[in-house]
């Protein structure tokens, strides 16, 4: 219920006593007058925010070449589970600070020697669709987040990311943000996306003869990323980012990103839609 209709049975129940004869409401002298209250507003059960758009990525983890491609993102904004608990906070105008949980995807394309030259003698990577949870705290001025992942698609293995942005308020639409970024994966998944086994080391015509490389997980990249938010209405919104990520560890010395770029750059920018469920 919003504000005005609140508002307006408020005043209807302080007007009934006025209008009411003596017989409908009694009060005995010095006792206080009955008070009206509306009901309570009742909060829904979900709301979450939906980001599309075009993204700029290198064409696999290491490649000096980029290209062009849609970008997709959810976040968890609010949520209210049986027994009246609940996260987060269902006012776009009042957000709610400090420690939550929050939602993290991660879609990450195929990777085909066949559409990379370079990358001959490499068995092929299947996509991946990775799906966790994480931890968040926020401020005015100030956020940190944690995330778990797995890959449910895929690679089937653990990653991680920390990350923290200092935010500036340019005026009540316009947010800013930076801060670090660092990206952990567990050996399985380093395995997948920067090793070398054996067999393709050996393979004839291979582009990695001779370089067999057993990655192990651990810190894999650290970086920067610069953004910013656009809220047109309570529903819509503008969101864009830019990123800059290194490879460390045995990322950073598997013979693939040896080949390439140690150093990766992405731009996205997309729209924001937020949805309110009632259950």
């Known amino acids: ?53 075009a993204s700029v990525t290198p064409d696999y983890f290491g490649s000096g070449d980029y290209s062009v491609g849609p970008d997709f993102a959810v976040g968890l904004n609010f949520l209210r589970l049986p027994g009246g608990r609940s996260f987060g906070s269902y006012d776009p105008n009042n957000p709610q600070y400090g420690l939550g949980l929050r939602g993290s995807f991660r879609y990450i394309d195929e990777r085909s020697a066949a559409d990379y030259p370079e990358l001959n003698g490499l068995n092929d990577v299947d996509t991946s669709v990775e799906l966790g949870l994480g931890l968040a705290y926020s401020s005015r001025n100030f956020d940190a987040f944690a995330d778990l992942r797995y890959g449910v698609v895929g690679h089937e293995s653990f990653v991680g990311e920390v990350g923290a942005d200092v935010k500036f308020q340019a005026n009540d639409r316009l947010t800013l943000s930076a801060g670090p970024r660092l990206f952990i994966g567990s050996d399985k998944y380093s395995s997948t996306y920067f090793g070398v086994t054996a067999a393709e080391a050996g393979a004839v015509g291979s582009n990695f003869a001779g370089q067999a490389f057993n990655a192990g997980g651990g810190l894999l990249s650290a970086g920067v990323e610069v953004g910013a938010k656009y809220k047109i209405n309570d529903d819509w919104g503008l969101e864009g980012a830019v990123t800059w990520d290194r490879f460390t560890g045995d990322a950073a010395d598997s013979p693939i990103v040896q080949q390439g770029e140690r150093d990766q750059y992405g731009v996205r920018i997309g729209i924001t839609r937020r949805i309110t469920l009632d259950f």
């Open 1 to 53: 219920m919003s504000i005005l209709p609140r508002a307006l049975i408020s005043a209807f129940a302080f007007l009934i006593p006025s209008f009411a004869t003596a017989g409908d409401l009694t009060v005995p002298v010095g006792e206080p007058l009955p008070v009206y209250q509306a009901a309570p507003v009742a909060s829904p059960g979900l709301v979450f925010t939906i980001r599309g758009g």
